[in-house]
Each structure stands twice: as C-alpha cells, then as structure tokens.
C-alpha cells in the first residue's frame, strides 16, 4: 500500500473570478436561449403587438438567475387562469411556456452551456 499526500497553493480570489467570468457568460446565453426557445410557446395578442412576448428583453440581459415577463398579466398567463389563448401568431401558445421549452430544447442548453465551460457533456 502506497500513501502520498501532496500539497499545493492556490490563488483561489483568481480562480474564482475566471469561473464568475464563465459563469456569468453561461447564464447570459442561457437566458437568451431559454427566451428565444420559449417564444413560440408564449401567448401573443396581434392586436397588441405581442406586449407580453417582447417584455422578457430587458430581463435577458441581467445576471439575475432568473427571466421576467414584465406585464400586468404575464403571471396569470403563465399558470392559464382565466384566459383563453388566442394561437393566431404563435399556434402553440400554452401556459407554463418555458416548461414546454425546456422539455425540448434541455439537452440543447445543458450541451451549451458545458461548452462555455469548456468541456462537454457526458451521455
């Protein structure tokens, strides 16, 4: 039986400011995925110009960990109480949009965002 115990220093302020860097630019790209990918899913009223579709642009930019449709309604959307969907300009509009997307485009994201990273996804 061999026992080796090794040492070693480390600038840990440096490595975490490079995995931040990544991080940060992983989560950008995830948010602007998650939105593009989410988009044909997310109910859009013509004669408004699709108000609640386009109020997620600001929130895609954001470290925030998360994206926020900014309407008045957007929330009672989401979960589909008392609205009816109108499936004129997105005909697969549904509640829950961002589930619907990622239960297609998961792979994807996960696959990209190991890329950032610099590696790649195992499986």
Do not use: C
Request: charged share 25%; glycine share 8%.
């Amino acid at each position: 039986m061999i026992n080796a115990k090794m040492t070693f220093e480390m600038d840990v302020a440096k490595v975490k400011g490079r995995y931040d860097e990544i991080g940060l630019k992983a989560l950008l790209w995830l948010k602007n995925e998650v939105a593009k990918d989410s988009d044909p899913f997310v109910p859009f009223r013509a004669n408004n110009g699709g108000t609640l579709a386009r109020s997620v642009r600001p929130s895609i930019g954001t470290p925030d960990q998360f994206l926020a449709y900014n309407t008045p309604y957007a929330r009672r959307m989401y979960y589909g109480t008392h609205f009816n969907f109108n499936r004129s300009k997105h005909p697969q509009a549904t509640h829950h949009w961002s589930e619907k997307a990622k239960a297609i485009h998961r792979p994807k994201w996960m696959r990209g965002v190991a890329m950032i990273f610099g590696g790649k996804l195992k499986g």
